[in-house]
């Protein structure tokens, strides 16, 4: 079945950088878009960053445009968020998300074009 997995969250200050890591399997990588979501505390999940099967299309939500750079390695079968500047409100848990190229009516920044979740890691940033 596909499993998706999280690593590279944990505690930073306000203006540093740390690198996400989502890794993949029990799916063909390659044909897959991904995405990256997250959820502050008592907050709806939102959209952060998204990839196109074919890694030439990004899509980012405005907040991080600048800051963050979502990328993919189809040979490792894995997917990165590199964030730098990073700010007490990018506090959250962060998720990533896969949906095979055939999805019909996929659009990049809308969690419900996600059959496949992470169970997320958590990121901190203190002021």
């Known amino acids: 079945q596909v499993q998706l997995v999280e690593s590279g969250g944990g505690l930073v200050q306000a203006g540093g950088s740390l690198r996400l890591s989502c890794a993949a399997s029990?799916?063909?990588?390659?044909?897959?878009?991904m995405g990256w979501f997250r959820q502050a505390p008592g907050k709806e999940r939102e959209f952060v960053a998204a990839?196109?099967?074919?890694?030439?299309?990004?899509t980012y939500e405005d907040s991080v445009k600048g800051r963050f750079t979502i990328s993919r390695d189809n040979a490792k079968n894995t997917l990165y968020l590199q964030m730098n500047s990073l700010k007490p409100e990018d506090t959250a848990v962060y998720h990533c998300?896969?949906?095979?190229?055939?999805?019909?009516?996929?659009?990049?920044?809308?969690?419900?074009?996600?059959?496949?979740w992470g169970q997320g890691t958590q990121v901190i940033v203190s002021s």
């Open positions: 029990g799916l063909t990588f390659s044909t897959y878009h």
């Open positions: 998300a896969a949906s095979h190229r055939s999805y019909t009516g996929y659009s990049p920044g809308a969690q419900e074009s996600y059959p496949y």
């Open positions: 990839i196109s099967w074919i890694a030439g299309r990004t």
